[in-house]
């Protein structure tokens, strides 16, 4: 009888977590964007302080070749592409390490079609950050790519 009992409980158990689905019953999360590049969140601010706490108003993805050239995609929080007709870059930063042995190097961005597009510097060490502030129209934007190789 004991037996008979553990294999219904499990069988229910079992039959609980077959049912169950993935992404809850919120927004569908987007794990790669649309050329497989990274994302990240666009916020307003113009560093990492401002821009924490603060709602996302674009999604941005970072692709990379291997030859470090790097192309930034706009979309709008519901992944549609953005023209970036109203937008200005400020500037780029590759920013490796932390504390006394943080090294960051600076680098240009220009529209070219519907990306922002550049050659990063040498990095120095591994993991990095691409760190990018610009503007639309006289906002500025803050995104940041974290834990890159």
Known sequence: ????????FSALAISFS???????????IVKSGKYGGVLAKV???SNWEEA???KALYVAELV???EGK?????YNNKMKPVKLDNFSVV?????SGRGKKAKSSTFSLA?????FSGKLPKKKRRPFSVVVNFKEGSKPLFMAFDNLD
């Open 64 to 66: 990379k070749d291997n």
């Open 18 to 28: 077959a049912t169950a689905h993935d992404g809850g019953h919120g927004p569908k």
């Open 91 to 95: 500037k780029g930063k590759v920013e």
């Open 111 to 115: 529209k070219s079609g519907m990306s």
């Open 70 to 74: 790097v192309s930034i995609y706009l």
């Open 1 to 8: 009888m004991y037996k008979n009992l553990m294999f219904i």
């Open 43 to 45: 916020s307003p601010g």
């Open 52 to 54: 924490k706490n603060s």
